[in-house]
């Protein structure tokens, strides 16, 4: 009986690595090949900047394309959470359809190459996820099991897209179940995160370098400026939140889909030619990087909020993590005029707690600042983190009931602590 047991859990050994493998191999490969193609529409974007014009009919052949092709995944990453609930709760979830990861894949880089403001986790957490369930037969996965492949997916494609592996898999975990976190869960996931991060490394895929290079005592005032600097950035991440529902309702009143992405590729094209400015489309990782070493604009940080809400409620792809460092870096760079901590510090600080607030995975964006920034700035990134999850409202940018529920529960508790 014990050497039969032993053989299970053997043979359950081998099919898990192997599938850890497996998906990390294929989201990697497909993370790097996106990110590549990225690079190079961005940069023939900036060579040739007369296709901003032709925004509007970008938006129009990716707005068909979901329309006669894509209708349930244009709900982007919601759609795997969702399933992924489903399978959770029982109910009947049909398997995420592979027409997904073209369709993002293609639609994302139709979106920068034309001038929209968006990010590329979002593409890379989409293929992840619906690479992974199309395995669920191939390997005649259960619902448990099922569940777990999901999480390693989108551990793959985000760890693959920022050279995060760590912060990947607790961002799955986060998204997905953090109220049932298991222990097989995490280590599968953080094993397909690795699997997949050095996969996109091995197709030569260099990920964009930040440093906080000076850290302050970590004293009472320092830490009570820190925590004004996490509110605002939680603030930040609620006016996200908000612009992006706002223009999701208006965009509703279009009731042919397909025109919505063709009347704010307008609106996005018109901002760009009359502005002359393409600072705030595509990914800025410029601004961001310039963030840490020099002033950045005064109002950079609230056109970028507003560019990108428009741009993703309108119906085009990618993702919002992007824009959200975007967001935090160029915010927290100005905070400097009253904040008296270091500028690097202040936008990296910022960089990952407007994510912590908009997305409510507030784990994954205190161990994302310090894979990016080092332990020695993780008090400070913390509790900005914390802060700004907080105070950026009772929802976020992923449908995700349970995250809600738990922030809920979390606020009652603090409230009632203080009662006390």
Same mark, same amino acid.
């Given at each position: 009986?014990?050497?039969?047991?032993?053989?299970?859990?053997?043979?359950?050994?081998?099919?898990?690595?192997?599938?850890?493998?497996? =998906?990390?191999?294929?989201?990697?490969?497909?993370?790097?090949?996106?990110?590549?193609?990225?690079?190079?529409?961005?940069?023939?974007?900036?060579?040739?900047?007369? @296709?901003?014009?032709?925004?509007?009919?970008?938006?129009?052949?990716?707005? &068909?394309?979901?329309?006669?092709?894509?209708?349930?995944?244009?709900?982007?990453?919601?759609?795997? @959470?969702?399933?992924?609930?489903?399978?959770?709760?029982?109910?009947?979830?049909?398997?995420?359809?592979?027409?997904?990861?073209?369709?993002?894949?293609?639609?994302?880089?139709?979106?920068?190459?034309?001038?929209?403001?968006?990010?590329?986790?979002?593409?890379?957490?989409?293929?992840?996820?619906?690479?992974?369930?199309?395995?669920?037969?191939?390997?005649?996965?259960?619902?448990?099991?099922?569940?777990? *492949?999901?999480?390693?997916?989108?551990?793959?494609?985000?760890?693959? =897209?920022?050279?995060?592996?760590?912060?990947?898999?607790?961002?799955?975990?986060?998204?997905?179940?953090?109220?049932?976190?298991?222990?097989?869960?995490? &280590?599968?996931?953080?094993?397909?995160?690795?699997?997949?991060?050095?996969?996109?490394?091995?197709?030569? =895929?260099?990920?964009?370098?930040?440093?906080?290079?000076?850290?302050?005592?970590?004293?009472?005032?320092?830490?009570?400026?820190?925590?004004?600097?996490?509110?605002?950035?939680?603030?930040?991440?609620?006016?996200?939140?908000?612009?992006?529902?706002?223009?999701? *309702?208006?965009?509703?009143?279009?009731?042919?889909?397909?025109?919505?992405?063709?009347?704010?590729?307008?609106?996005?094209?018109?901002?760009?030619?009359?502005?002359?400015?393409?600072?705030?489309?595509?990914?800025?990782?410029?601004?961001?990087?310039?963030?840490?070493?020099?002033?950045?604009?005064?109002?950079?940080? *609230?056109?970028?909020?507003?560019?990108?809400?428009?741009?993703?409620?309108?119906?085009?792809?990618?993702?919002?993590?992007?824009? &959200?460092?975007?967001?935090?870096?160029?915010?927290?760079?100005? &905070?400097?005029?009253?904040?008296?901590?270091?500028?690097?510090?202040?936008?990296?600080?910022?960089?990952?707690?407007?994510?912590?607030?908009?997305?409510?995975?507030?784990?994954?964006?205190? =161990?994302?600042?310090?894979?990016?920034?080092?332990?020695?700035?993780?008090?400070?990134?913390?509790?900005?983190? @914390?802060?700004?999850?907080?105070?950026?409202?009772?929802?976020?940018?992923?449908?995700?009931?349970?995250?809600?529920?738990?922030?809920?529960?979390?606020?009652?508790?603090?409230?009632?602590?203080?009662?006390?």
């Amino acid at each position: 009986m014990q050497v039969s047991k032993l053989n299970t859990l053997f043979s359950s050994l081998v099919k898990w690595i192997l599938i850890c493998i497996i =998906v990390g191999g294929i989201v990697g490969s497909a993370t790097a090949l996106f990110l590549i193609s990225l690079d190079r529409v961005t940069l023939w974007r900036s060579d040739h900047i007369w @296709i901003v014009n032709f925004l509007p009919f970008i938006g129009l052949a990716i707005g &068909l394309a979901y329309y006669y092709h894509g209708e349930e995944s244009k709900k982007g990453n919601n759609l795997i @959470i969702e399933t992924h609930q489903n399978v959770e709760s029982g109910s009947d979830s049909k398997p995420i359809p592979f027409i997904m990861v073209p369709l993002v894949f293609f639609s994302t880089l139709l979106t920068h190459v034309g001038g929209g403001s968006a990010g590329r986790e979002g593409t890379a957490v989409q293929m992840g996820g619906a690479i992974a369930d199309q395995l669920t037969r191939l390997f005649k996965l259960n619902t448990t099991e099922r569940k777990t *492949i999901l999480i390693m997916g989108i551990s793959a494609g985000f760890a693959a =897209v920022f050279g995060t592996p760590i912060a990947g898999a607790i961002f799955a975990l986060e998204i997905m179940s953090l109220k049932k976190i298991k222990q097989a869960d995490l &280590l599968l996931s953080i094993y397909t995160a690795y699997c997949a991060h050095y996969i996109c490394l091995a197709w030569q =895929v260099k990920h964009t370098i930040y440093s906080i290079t000076t850290i302050p005592s970590i004293s009472f005032t320092n830490l009570a400026w820190t925590m004004v600097a996490g509110l605002i950035f939680g603030l930040a991440a609620f006016v996200f939140i908000y612009l992006g529902k706002l223009f999701e *309702i208006l965009f509703s009143k279009v009731k042919f889909a397909p025109l919505r992405p063709f009347i704010g590729g307008v609106f996005i094209a018109l901002f760009i030619v009359l502005f002359n400015s393409t600072q705030y489309i595509g990914l800025g990782i410029p601004s961001i990087s310039n963030a840490f070493i020099s002033p950045a604009g005064n109002f950079d940080f *609230i056109i970028k909020i507003i560019i990108t809400s428009f741009t993703l409620s309108a119906g085009f792809k990618g993702g919002e993590v992007t824009p &959200l460092f975007f967001i935090g870096a160029t915010l927290g760079n100005i &905070l400097i005029w009253f904040i008296p901590l270091p500028m690097a510090l202040l936008a990296g600080m910022g960089f990952v707690a407007v994510f912590a607030g908009a997305t409510n995975c507030i784990i994954a964006s205190i =161990v994302l600042g310090i894979e990016l920034f080092g332990l020695s700035s993780g008090i400070f990134i913390g509790l900005a983190c @914390i802060m700004a999850y907080f105070t950026s409202g009772m929802t976020g940018i992923y449908a995700s009931p349970m995250k809600q529920n738990l922030k809920y529960q979390l606020h009652e508790s603090v409230k009632n602590i203080f009662k006390i």
